[in-house]
Protein backbone atom coordinates (compact mmCIF):
# COMPACT_ATOMS: atom_id res chain seq x y z
CA UNK A 1 0.00 0.00 0.00
CA UNK A 2 2.55 2.40 0.66
CA UNK A 3 4.18 1.63 -2.33
CA UNK A 4 1.18 3.48 -4.12
CA UNK A 5 0.96 5.89 -1.41
CA UNK A 6 4.18 7.06 -2.85
CA UNK A 7 3.14 7.06 -6.89
CA UNK A 8 0.21 8.61 -5.59
CA UNK A 9 2.14 11.62 -3.78
CA UNK A 10 4.51 11.78 -6.63
CA UNK A 11 1.20 12.44 -8.78
CA UNK A 12 -0.40 14.90 -5.85
CA UNK A 13 3.08 17.08 -6.60
CA UNK A 14 2.67 17.05 -10.64
CA UNK A 15 -0.74 17.20 -11.25
CA UNK A 16 -1.53 21.28 -10.03
CA UNK A 17 2.11 22.14 -11.70
CA UNK A 18 -0.31 21.49 -15.22
CA UNK A 19 -2.59 24.67 -15.08
CA UNK A 20 -1.56 26.75 -11.39
CA UNK A 21 1.28 28.29 -12.94
CA UNK A 22 -0.58 30.06 -15.71
CA UNK A 23 -3.48 30.40 -13.43
CA UNK A 24 -1.05 32.61 -10.43
CA UNK A 25 0.13 34.30 -13.83
CA UNK A 26 -3.88 35.33 -14.49
CA UNK A 27 -4.43 35.96 -10.87
CA UNK A 28 -1.63 38.89 -10.83
CA UNK A 29 -2.69 40.10 -14.05
CA UNK A 30 -0.14 38.87 -16.17
CA UNK A 31 0.10 37.81 -19.36
CA UNK A 32 -3.24 35.43 -20.27
CA UNK A 33 -1.96 34.15 -23.76
CA UNK A 34 -0.79 30.54 -24.20
CA UNK A 35 1.54 29.23 -27.22
CA UNK A 36 0.19 26.51 -29.11
CA UNK A 37 2.62 24.31 -28.40
CA UNK A 38 1.70 24.79 -24.44
CA UNK A 39 -1.84 24.15 -24.83
CA UNK A 40 -1.22 20.82 -26.04
CA UNK A 41 1.61 20.17 -23.49
CA UNK A 42 -1.49 21.10 -21.06
CA UNK A 43 -3.92 18.84 -22.54
CA UNK A 44 -1.33 16.09 -22.38
CA UNK A 45 -0.74 16.63 -19.48
CA UNK A 46 -3.48 16.88 -17.71
CA UNK A 47 -4.87 13.63 -19.75
CA UNK A 48 -1.01 11.81 -19.04
CA UNK A 49 -1.61 12.81 -15.43
CA UNK A 50 -5.31 12.61 -14.60
CA UNK A 51 -5.82 8.69 -16.62
CA UNK A 52 -2.86 7.78 -14.01
CA UNK A 53 -4.47 8.89 -11.21
CA UNK A 54 -7.61 6.97 -12.67
CA UNK A 55 -5.87 3.84 -12.92
CA UNK A 56 -3.85 4.43 -9.79
CA UNK A 57 -6.80 4.16 -7.58
CA UNK A 58 -7.89 1.05 -9.43
CA UNK A 59 -4.30 -0.99 -8.52
CA UNK A 60 -5.16 0.73 -5.01
CA UNK A 61 -8.64 -0.82 -4.55
CA UNK A 62 -7.32 -4.28 -5.72
CA UNK A 63 -4.20 -3.95 -3.22
CA UNK A 64 -6.58 -3.36 -0.51
CA UNK A 65 -8.78 -6.44 -1.88
CA UNK A 66 -5.88 -8.40 -1.48
CA UNK A 67 -4.89 -7.44 1.95
CA UNK A 68 -8.60 -8.06 3.43
CA UNK A 69 -9.95 -10.60 1.53
CA UNK A 70 -6.55 -12.85 1.44
CA UNK A 71 -4.56 -11.49 4.09
CA UNK A 72 -2.21 -14.76 4.55
CA UNK A 73 -1.60 -14.66 0.31
CA UNK A 74 -1.26 -10.78 0.40
CA UNK A 75 2.73 -10.84 -0.05
CA UNK A 76 2.47 -13.06 -2.12
CA UNK A 77 -0.19 -11.73 -4.44
CA UNK A 78 1.23 -8.25 -3.97
CA UNK A 79 4.78 -9.16 -4.50
CA UNK A 80 7.12 -6.13 -5.37
CA UNK A 81 7.72 -7.37 -8.53
CA UNK A 82 3.68 -7.04 -9.26
CA UNK A 83 3.86 -3.90 -7.70
CA UNK A 84 6.20 -2.91 -9.78
CA UNK A 85 4.69 -3.91 -13.23
CA UNK A 86 1.01 -2.49 -11.90
CA UNK A 87 2.45 0.66 -11.16
CA UNK A 88 4.74 1.01 -14.61
CA UNK A 89 1.94 -0.29 -16.51
CA UNK A 90 -0.36 2.66 -14.66
CA UNK A 91 2.14 5.09 -16.41
CA UNK A 92 2.58 3.46 -19.78
CA UNK A 93 -0.84 2.97 -20.48
CA UNK A 94 -1.77 6.72 -19.40
CA UNK A 95 0.68 8.08 -21.74
CA UNK A 96 -0.64 6.51 -24.91
CA UNK A 97 -4.53 7.74 -23.92
CA UNK A 98 -3.37 11.18 -23.10
CA UNK A 99 -1.17 11.15 -26.64
CA UNK A 100 -4.23 9.73 -28.49
CA UNK A 101 -7.26 12.57 -26.94
CA UNK A 102 -3.86 15.02 -27.60
CA UNK A 103 -3.51 13.91 -31.45
CA UNK A 104 -7.09 13.84 -31.92
CA UNK A 105 -7.93 17.42 -30.50
CA UNK A 106 -4.71 19.14 -32.12
CA UNK A 107 -4.82 17.60 -35.64
CA UNK A 108 -7.84 20.28 -36.12
CA UNK A 109 -7.15 23.12 -37.56
CA UNK A 110 -7.63 26.05 -35.65
CA UNK A 111 -8.19 29.69 -37.43
CA UNK A 112 -9.93 31.68 -34.75
CA UNK A 113 -11.57 32.92 -32.36
CA UNK A 114 -8.17 31.85 -30.18
CA UNK A 115 -9.52 33.03 -26.83
CA UNK A 116 -10.61 29.42 -24.51
CA UNK A 117 -13.12 30.25 -22.00
CA UNK A 118 -10.97 28.48 -19.15
CA UNK A 119 -7.96 29.23 -17.38
CA UNK A 120 -5.62 26.53 -19.08
CA UNK A 121 -6.57 24.38 -21.85
CA UNK A 122 -8.24 20.83 -21.88
CA UNK A 123 -11.26 19.04 -24.59
CA UNK A 124 -14.30 21.59 -24.01
CA UNK A 125 -12.77 24.30 -24.24
CA UNK A 126 -10.41 23.63 -27.32
CA UNK A 127 -12.66 21.65 -29.94
CA UNK A 128 -15.28 24.97 -30.18
CA UNK A 129 -12.31 26.40 -31.04
CA UNK A 130 -11.62 24.15 -34.54
CA UNK A 131 -12.63 25.37 -37.81
CA UNK A 132 -13.51 22.23 -38.88
CA UNK A 133 -15.91 19.18 -38.05
CA UNK A 134 -15.20 18.49 -34.21
CA UNK A 135 -18.32 15.71 -34.07
CA UNK A 136 -15.87 12.90 -34.44
CA UNK A 137 -13.20 13.96 -31.95
CA UNK A 138 -15.69 14.92 -29.33
CA UNK A 139 -17.19 11.49 -29.68
CA UNK A 140 -13.32 9.90 -29.62
CA UNK A 141 -12.38 11.92 -26.84
CA UNK A 142 -15.67 11.90 -24.72
CA UNK A 143 -15.82 7.69 -25.07
CA UNK A 144 -12.41 7.39 -24.39
CA UNK A 145 -12.26 9.45 -21.43
CA UNK A 146 -15.87 7.53 -20.29
CA UNK A 147 -14.64 4.17 -21.29
CA UNK A 148 -11.55 4.45 -18.80
CA UNK A 149 -13.30 6.20 -15.92
CA UNK A 150 -15.99 3.78 -16.34
CA UNK A 151 -14.00 0.65 -16.69
CA UNK A 152 -11.55 1.83 -13.61
CA UNK A 153 -14.94 2.67 -11.72
CA UNK A 154 -16.03 -0.56 -12.11
CA UNK A 155 -13.42 -2.79 -11.21
CA UNK A 156 -12.71 -0.35 -7.99
CA UNK A 157 -16.63 -0.98 -6.98
CA UNK A 158 -15.99 -4.84 -7.96
CA UNK A 159 -13.10 -4.77 -5.41
CA UNK A 160 -14.95 -2.88 -2.72
CA UNK A 161 -18.38 -5.63 -3.10
CA UNK A 162 -15.52 -8.27 -2.22
CA UNK A 163 -14.08 -6.47 0.44
CA UNK A 164 -18.07 -5.28 2.05
CA UNK A 165 -18.73 -9.07 1.84
CA UNK A 166 -15.14 -10.33 3.56
CA UNK A 167 -15.77 -7.61 5.94
CA UNK A 168 -18.97 -8.28 7.14
CA UNK A 169 -18.07 -12.38 7.82
CA UNK A 170 -15.42 -11.37 10.45
CA UNK A 171 -17.31 -11.82 14.12
CA UNK A 172 -15.67 -9.09 15.98
CA UNK A 173 -16.68 -5.77 15.82
CA UNK A 174 -13.10 -4.08 16.63
CA UNK A 175 -11.98 -6.34 13.29
CA UNK A 176 -14.48 -4.98 11.28
CA UNK A 177 -13.60 -1.27 12.43
CA UNK A 178 -10.05 -1.84 11.30
CA UNK A 179 -11.05 -3.45 8.15
CA UNK A 180 -12.97 -0.52 7.00
CA UNK A 181 -10.93 2.24 8.71
CA UNK A 182 -7.58 0.62 6.25
CA UNK A 183 -10.27 0.89 3.36
CA UNK A 184 -11.48 4.78 4.38
CA UNK A 185 -9.25 6.85 3.12
CA UNK A 186 -8.99 5.38 -0.45
CA UNK A 187 -12.40 5.24 -0.46
CA UNK A 188 -12.95 9.19 0.28
CA UNK A 189 -10.28 9.78 -2.52
CA UNK A 190 -11.71 7.61 -5.03
CA UNK A 191 -15.14 9.69 -4.52
CA UNK A 192 -13.04 12.88 -4.47
CA UNK A 193 -11.86 12.42 -7.88
CA UNK A 194 -15.00 11.16 -9.77
CA UNK A 195 -17.07 13.66 -8.96
CA UNK A 196 -15.65 16.47 -10.80
CA UNK A 197 -14.86 13.39 -13.87
CA UNK A 198 -18.52 12.98 -14.10
CA UNK A 199 -19.59 16.78 -14.17
CA UNK A 200 -17.05 17.90 -16.65
CA UNK A 201 -17.27 15.21 -18.97
CA UNK A 202 -20.75 13.80 -18.73
CA UNK A 203 -22.55 16.94 -18.44
CA UNK A 204 -24.82 17.10 -21.84
CA UNK A 205 -23.52 21.41 -22.22
CA UNK A 206 -20.80 22.93 -20.86
CA UNK A 207 -21.27 25.64 -18.37
CA UNK A 208 -18.53 27.96 -18.05
CA UNK A 209 -18.54 28.99 -14.40
CA UNK A 210 -19.44 25.24 -13.46
CA UNK A 211 -16.46 24.00 -15.38
CA UNK A 212 -13.92 26.69 -14.08
CA UNK A 213 -14.99 25.56 -10.40
CA UNK A 214 -14.98 22.08 -10.99
CA UNK A 215 -11.47 22.29 -12.56
CA UNK A 216 -9.75 24.03 -9.71
CA UNK A 217 -11.72 21.56 -7.92
CA UNK A 218 -9.98 18.37 -9.63
CA UNK A 219 -6.85 20.19 -10.01
CA UNK A 220 -5.57 21.88 -6.85
CA UNK A 221 -7.88 21.23 -4.48
CA UNK A 222 -8.12 17.54 -4.59
CA UNK A 223 -4.30 16.80 -4.65
CA UNK A 224 -4.06 19.44 -1.82
CA UNK A 225 -6.49 16.94 0.06
CA UNK A 226 -5.14 13.72 -0.12
CA UNK A 227 -1.90 14.25 1.50
CA UNK A 228 -4.37 15.46 4.61
CA UNK A 229 -6.90 12.59 4.11
CA UNK A 230 -4.35 9.47 4.24
CA UNK A 231 -2.21 11.12 7.04
CA UNK A 232 -5.42 11.19 9.52
CA UNK A 233 -5.06 7.81 9.49
CA UNK A 234 -2.33 8.29 11.75
CA UNK A 235 -3.15 8.57 15.43
CA UNK A 236 -0.35 11.14 16.18
CA UNK A 237 -1.58 13.24 13.20
CA UNK A 238 -5.13 12.94 14.50
CA UNK A 239 -3.51 13.94 18.13
CA UNK A 240 -1.99 16.80 17.16
CA UNK A 241 -4.71 18.22 14.68
CA UNK A 242 -6.97 17.74 17.64
CA UNK A 243 -4.87 19.47 20.32
CA UNK A 244 -4.42 22.31 17.55
CA UNK A 245 -8.29 22.45 16.97
CA UNK A 246 -8.78 22.97 20.61
CA UNK A 247 -6.17 25.92 20.80
CA UNK A 248 -7.90 27.28 17.98
CA UNK A 249 -11.58 27.18 19.44
CA UNK A 250 -10.13 28.82 22.86
CA UNK A 251 -8.12 31.48 21.65
Excluded at 31 to 44: D, E, P
Amino acid sequence: MYFFLGNLSVFDIFFPSVSSPKMMLYLLGQSRTISYQGCACQLFFYHFLGCTECFLYTVMAYDRFAAICHPLRYTVIMSPRVCAILTLSTWVGSSVHASVLTFLVFKLPYCGPTEVGNFFCDIPVVLPLACADTSLAHRVSVTNVGAVALLCFLLVLTSYTRIVISILRISSSEGRHRAFSTCSAHLSSVLLFYGPVVLIYLQPASTPWLDSVVQVLNNIVNPSLNPLIYSLRNKDVKLALRKALIQGVHT
